[in-house]
């Protein structure tokens, strides 16, 4: 099993900037591919950027241009950069990892709320 942990989370001013860290620990050699989901009250949730286990990234259209996801493999931590952050943006994140032989992990969440 993977087990997640999200960190970086808060109260940011729209406009602003926060970076998101998820530390994965336990099998982390059989994750296949992580990525950041949000779900924002009343909303399914949505995904935010993913990355596989040989760095190729994938990103919601929405926020390409201003959201920019990234790895320390060293650190078994993935990480969520967030820039130019608008009031949508708020709602809880999560990191989740995919297992090679299917399994599906989810992290606790983290909130982000941006005022405007």
């Known amino acids: 099993q993977v087990q997640l942990v999200e960190s970086g989370g808060g109260l940011v001013q729209a406009g602003g900037s926060l970076r998101l860290s998820c530390l994965a620990s336990?099998?982390?050699?059989?994750?296949?591919?992580m990525g950041w989901y949000r779900q924002a009250p009343g909303k399914q949730r949505e995904l935010v950027a993913g990355i596989t286990r040989d760095g190729v990234t994938n990103y919601a259209d929405s926020m390409k241009d201003r959201f920019t996801i990234s790895r320390d493999i060293a650190k078994n931590t993935m990480y969520l950069q967030m820039n130019n952050l608008k009031p949508g943006d708020t709602a809880v994140y999560y990191c989740?990892?995919?297992?090679?032989?299917?399994?599906?992990?989810w992290g606790q969440g983290t909130q982000v709320t941006v005022s405007s």
């Open positions: 336990g099998n982390v050699l059989s994750i296949n591919y």
């Open positions: 989740s990892a995919v297992e090679y032989r299917g399994f599906h992990s």
